[in-house]
């Protein structure tokens, strides 16, 4: 009778895993928001009360009037007036103009280069004048075409065949697919440098992000490492995530300043000083509370939520921070309670496997400083929000145009989105920017951040 009591209780135990597995979303668990059901999640954000769009006093922007133009279509007004008068018998008085805005036809430009060639009188040497750096063959793209190509497919996410169509359709170039892979790697070989200014610059950042995600290479997982703040962004492709994808990106096991993170294992083995997300932790304690009706996690929830918004808003004061500690220790503590550890299996080695509840209260307690360390350093935010946006689009290419073809394919795709997404940060023309690569003279960002 106790081994059939036992049995019930672990499936009862299995069903009521499964069925908080089956429940998660992006709201309580770490799975991105594209895999919710069709409804909209529920928000973390408090209510304003204020309507939806634009606020008062909100600057809008709206095409306006251009000072210079390219053409003029003069309209002479002719008929007849209404009492029968012939309007090309009378002298204007003025005009009323309207702009169209639009797109010149688009069609490639050729410029050929004529070089000189002279017969030394002396020596009869044949030479001819030097050709341009960017004039290597007898016929080519020019640095347009190629920048153009590489924006589509690395800023955009456009698949190499697609992109030969856009370009096609566009100005009647139809680059292959290996031309485009060409200008990829031709690309990463120019913004090495730029690669190597911004780590030192990342060193340099007294707070920084970092977060991972899965990639394919020939249908074989892989990962994307990120590693960012507000104005730089440094992309790492790698076979493995752990630790020696890290080393390979040479930054974080020689940052000694804050590191954001979402807790994963392999962050505590570097030396920088840690703040863990506390998104990722609100989620979590979502998920407790409403998947397994653990009250500790909703109350902690509460308490953390609160603090943060008065953290944020500037209402905090040293003593709601202790009276906050306080709560937090003794929350937690009732979550160890409410969680016992779990009996060791017979037969079974390795750790005993403990319920989700434990585990995050553990986490919390080991991790306390690293949990509350906004509360307590200026300039540390309370979420991994800026590596989450700078992971995102890389969750967007897989699903807009795949994985890679190669280990080196994916590797200069990370560079050339180095480059581009902190372009885009600091306000800068990121078609400009690929262009100024193919020309040879490469427009650094600023590495003072």
């Known amino acids: 009778m106790r081994e059939l009591e036992a049995q019930v209780a672990q499936l009862l135990g299995r069903l009521q895993a499964l069925e908080a597995q089956w429940a998660q979303d992006s709201t309580t668990s770490s799975q991105p928001p594209s895999t919710d059901k069709p409804w909209a999640p529920k928000s973390e954000r408090q209510k304003t009360g204020r309507s939806s769009g634009a606020q008062r006093g909100h600057v809008g922007k709206t095409l306006k009037m251009a000072e210079h133009v390219d ?46 060639v002279k017969v030394c009188p002396g020596c009869r040497h044949r030479q001819h004048a030097p050709f341009p750096d960017h004039v290597p063959g007898q016929v080519q793209y020019g640095p347009r075409v190629h920048g153009l190509a590489v924006y589509l497919n690395a800023s955009h996410f456009v698949p190499l065949e697609r992109t030969s169509e856009i370009l096609e359709a566009l100005c009647g170039a139809r680059p292959s697919d290996g031309t485009i892979v060409l200008n990829l790697r ?27 995600t899965g990639s394919k ?18 992309y790492g492709h790698h076979a493995q ?37 506390g998104a990722h932790l609100l989620r979590e304690l979502r998920g407790l509370a409403e998947h397994h009706a653990q009250v500790w996690a909703g109350e902690l929830r509460d308490a ?23 709560r937090f220790d003794a929350l937690l503590d009732a979550g160890l309670k409410a969680n016992p550890p779990a009996p060791p299996v017979p ?3 390795g750790r005993t496997r403990q319920t989700p509840g434990r585990n995050l209260a553990l986490r919390c307690q080991q991790h306390r400083l690293a949990v509350l360390r906004f509360l307590h350093d200026e300039g540390v935010p309370f979420d991994n929000n800026q590596a989450e946006r700078d992971i995102r689009p890389w969750c967007v290419k897989r699903k807009v145009s795949g994985g890679f073809r190669s280990e080196e394919g994916a590797q200069h795709f990370a560079r050339i989105r180095s480059y581009i997404s902190t372009l885009q940060k600091q306000g800068m023309n990121v078609w400009h920017g690929l262009v ?4 040879g003279d490469v427009i650094m960002p600023s590495f003072c951040c």
């Open 71 to 116: 053409e003029v279509v003069t309209l002479p007004l002719t008929g007849h007036c209404a009492c029968g008068h012939a309007w090309e018998s009378v002298h204007a008085q003025g005009q009323v103009a309207r702009q169209v805005h639009d797109l010149p036809e688009l069609r490639l430009q050729v410029t050929e280069y004529r070089a000189d």
């Open 186 to 212: 031709l690309a990463a070989d120019r913004l090495v440098d730029f690669e190597t200014q911004l780590k030192a610059a990342l060193l340099q950042q007294p707070v920084l992000h970092a977060d991972e």
């Open 217 to 234: 290479v020939n249908g074989k997982l892989q990962w994307m490492h990120v590693v960012s703040c507000a104005q730089l962004t440094l």
């Open 241 to 277: 995530r752990g630790f020696a994808a890290l080393e390979a990106m040479n930054v974080l096991p020689q940052f000694e300043g804050f590191l954001m993170h979402d807790a994963w294992s392999t962050y505590f083995k570097l030396s920088a000083k840690h703040a863990l997300c």
């Open 304 to 326: 953390l939520r609160l603090v943060y918004h008065q953290q944020k808003d500037g209402t905090i004061t040293p003593e709601l921070v202790e009276a906050f500690e306080h």
């Open 347 to 349: 037969g079974r080695r």
């Open 436 to 439: 100024s690569v193919f020309r």
